[in-house]
């Protein structure tokens, strides 16, 4: 992704506080397990949800075996519905797209169903297809992920939809009949025979032989309880899930552990919902035949699928090529930070010094930093004696996509660095995260930072007027003659401590 040196647009605020992008979007997904509504604060390439709520139904209990939807998840499903459709005129929404999955599509009396369903919500359902199924939740990838390459599988109640993705291009996919729900029931309640079926199945899919060696992208409830298990064994220090890796040999261990086991016995069960438990072994069954007959490199967990799919399929193309890591973070730096535009001066600011610096920086250092800068200034309200923590905290569990935790980490350590400087001792855990080399990006950024921010009072127009830059062993800043009165000794010391972490002797330097 190619980030433009002349600073997009800035979004406009409306009263109170919340970008001008319109009324918020709805989506209704009726699933086979859960019915869940997500609101979202308008159609973007980084969409934020504004409200999420899920009730789980049980709807396609039984439907492989019985034909039928069951009577009880019925009824649960229309509560659910007409509980939205409330919730969305509450909220003004100007848009909801409602969309059901396997349950509704395989079942005899799904049209009944979903006649009712439509009174219930008071708006149209799209009937999605296995193939459209798979397609939007692949989609879902391409808008979460920075150039996502492999498979993106989405394990529902009633099917699992796989799909080859590189970048934004995507393979044809294929659904197939493994949802945890659907396998409770073909299996009598057995996860080793559940497991004989999803192997059968796994090996006469074409798709499946896309993932060798590549990323396989989890998306669905079942899937983010397992890793969340997961992450609390290892006692991770990010509580954010979309993003989450597990290395495929590891995670075909912990998927014959939770097969095997009784699932209340697992450590930290209570970080998963009761109604959701009784899944667990079958989606643990799914994943470890899908480990045993695909081999992929390594399980990444999406938290973007379907819904954020369909949004993602609604841009123009222009709207598709943004980056919507720095998407979030310029909307962030425009709601929190005391003069937006000064996070954009940062960025070009920074360009130039390091290039002047001739260290190596691929295009992913340079789209981090650039949005480690429109992240810098958003904890100024806070006391200063907290400033960083709370800027590494926001940073840290911010719902943001196209980043994964080690990026995500220099981004938290980076806004914490230059608050406290680059010598503070920050957040131990969540710099286990982080390389070395990107540990020591993250230093000299904040260290640059804290130049930057007693040089110009975080106001615009002062950064362009004041380059920073190496010349042989030298850490030069120049000022302009009506701007030498800012060679105070805070600014001295602030860029001595930059110069000692990248080699060079600093000196101020008043143009003539």
């Known amino acids: 992704m190619n980030i433009s040196r002349t600073p997009q647009p800035l979004a406009k605020l409306d009263a109170p506080g919340r970008l001008a992008i319109g009324k918020p979007l709805a989506i209704i997904d009726i699933g086979s397990n859960s019915v869940r509504l997500v609101a979202y604060e308008g159609l973007s390439r980084a969409p934020t949800p504004i409200f999420n709520e899920k009730h789980l139904c049980g709807l396609g209990r039984g439907v492989a075996t019985s034909g039928r939807l069951a009577g009880e998840g019925i009824e649960k499903a229309l509560t659910a519905l007409r509980r939205f459709r409330a919730l969305c005129e509450v909220m003004d929404v100007g848009e909801v797209h409602v969309i059901a999955t396997a349950a509704a599509r395989d079942a005899a009396n799904g049209k009944a169903f979903l006649a009712a369903a439509r009174e219930a919500i008071g708006a149209p359902i799209e009937l999605l297809s296995g193939q459209r199924e798979a ?121 014959a552990l939770v097969e095997r ?92 010094f390091m290039l002047s610096t001739q260290f190596e920086e691929t295009e992913e250092d340079r789209r981090l930093r650039h949005a480690a800068c429109l992240l810098a200034d958003i904890g100024w309200r806070a006391h200063p004696d907290y400033r960083g923590e709370q800027s590494l905290n926001i940073i840290a569990n911010a719902s943001f996509v196209a980043i994964d935790h080690p990026g995500r980490a220099y981004l938290a350590l980076a806004a914490s660095y230059r608050h406290i ?90 143009e003539k």
């Open 135 to 255: 397609e939007l939740a692949a989609l879902g990838v391409v808008a979460g992920f920075h150039k996502p390459d492999g498979v993106s599988g989405d394990l529902g109640g009633g099917s699992l939809e796989l799909n080859p993705l590189k970048g934004a291009r995507l393979s044809r996919g294929a659904t197939l009949p493994l949802g945890g729900l659907a396998l409770m029931d073909m299996s009598g309640k057995s996860p080793k025979k559940a497991a004989r079926i999803a192997r059968e199945a796994i090996q006469a899919c074409k798709v499946a032989e896309a993932m060798r060696d590549r990323t396989f992208y989890a998306i669905g409830g079942s899937w983010r309880a397992l890793a969340r298990l997961h992450m609390r064994q290892r006692n991770y220090p990010l509580n954010v899930m979309h993003g989450y890796v597990i290395p495929a040999r590891e995670a075909a261990d912990f998927a």
């Open 261 to 352: 086991v009784n699932v209340d016995t697992l450590v930290n069960i209570d970080s998963v919902a009761p109604a959701r438990r009784t899944l667990l072994p079958y989606a643990a069954a799914v994943l470890g035949e899908l480990i045993a007959v695909a081999k992929p490199r390594d399980i990444v967990v999406s938290a973007s699928g379907v819904r954020e799919g369909m949004i993602y399929e609604r841009l123009d193309a222009a709207q598709r090529r943004v980056d919507p890591l720095i998407s979030a973070a310029r909307d962030l730096n425009v709601l929190r930070s005391r003069a937006p535009q000064h996070g954009e001066d940062l960025c070009d600011w920074t360009d130039d």
């Open 421 to 510: 400087g680059p010598d503070g001792d920050v957040s131990p855990l969540l710099r286990t995260l982080a390389s070395a080399r990107m540990l020591d990006r993250a230093h000299i950024l904040g260290a640059a930072m804290r130049v930057a921010y007693v040089l110009s009072a975080a106001m615009p127009g002062v950064l362009p007027r004041c380059p920073l830059t190496c010349r042989k062993n030298k850490l030069r800043l120049s000022l302009p003659p009506d701007l030498a009165s800012f060679a105070i000794d805070r600014l001295q010391g602030r860029l001595k401590q930059l110069a000692r972490l990248i080699g060079r002797e600093p000196e101020i330097v008043v």
